[in-house]
């Protein structure tokens, strides 16, 4: 019942304790993985060497059981890795390196996709900091699982500012899916010389059509990666070039 509660698995609750922290009653669940889960990189999730107990026992903020925070408690070792040295061994209940459940940071994420950043940092009563860093992880981790650029056809590629105009991101989007599936800094054709060397040579074949703004630097690195692609303006730039003509 109580792994179902703080949606954990793979996890051993040892007990449940009534806390009072700095005047405010807190859940703390004592909680260790379960066999199968231990001494594991934190990086990498396999199997790696124990190599001391760490600073003592952490604490993993949870999602809260109504108005009360709740908190998940364990002992924190440390395992050397044959790739990524010592560091802290995983844990099944939170992302390496986090000091939130991956449950509360799926659903802060998923917050910050709906709702306003000061809702949602009232309503889980984190700092605007700390849901960044949330959203940083999370989306880091799905982007390792998933890859965003096998089976484009049709893409568009456009530039933001930000800073107020002083600083630019190059995206590109899949227009078949509607999704941004790369962005860097930058405005260049070195920039976008960087996406078709992680697209590849034979993915950059597949490309049937681009779409951008009349840049000069697009349309020569289109044509030098993909040179069979059909590029055509957006339909921004087709419906404000109208507008110019027609005033």
Partial sequence: MWRSVLSVEHTVIEKI???????EDVLVAS???HWSRRGRCG?????????????????????????????LQAPAP???CAEHGVTVAAVPW???GSRFTTAFEDTCAWLACHTALSTLTVLLRVTWRSVAAIVTRVVAERAASVDRLAGLRRIGIDEISYRRGYRYLLCVV???????????????????????DLL??????GLTHVSADGAEWIHQVVAERAPQAVLCL?????VAGGVRWCV
Avoid: I
Wanted: contains cysteine; hydrophobic residues 30%.
């Fill in 17 to 23: 304790e009534l806390e009072t922290v700095k005047g």
């Fill in 94 to 96: 939170a992302r390496h």
């Fill in 31 to 33: 909680v260790r993985p």
């Fill in 200 to 205: 590849g040579v034979q993915r950059a074949a």
């Fill in 78 to 80: 440390r395992v050397r």
């Fill in 43 to 71: 990086r990498c999730g396999r199997r790696a060497a124990g190599y001391d107990t760490g600073g003592g026992p952490r604490r993993w903020r949870g999602m809260d059981a109504g108005t009360t925070r709740v908190y």
């Fill in 174 to 196: 899949d227009h078949d899916t509607g999704r941004l599936v790369w962005a860097a800094k930058g405005r260049n054709a070195d920039t976008l010389r960087r996406f078709f």
């Fill in 234 to 238: 957006d339909s921004f730039h087709v």
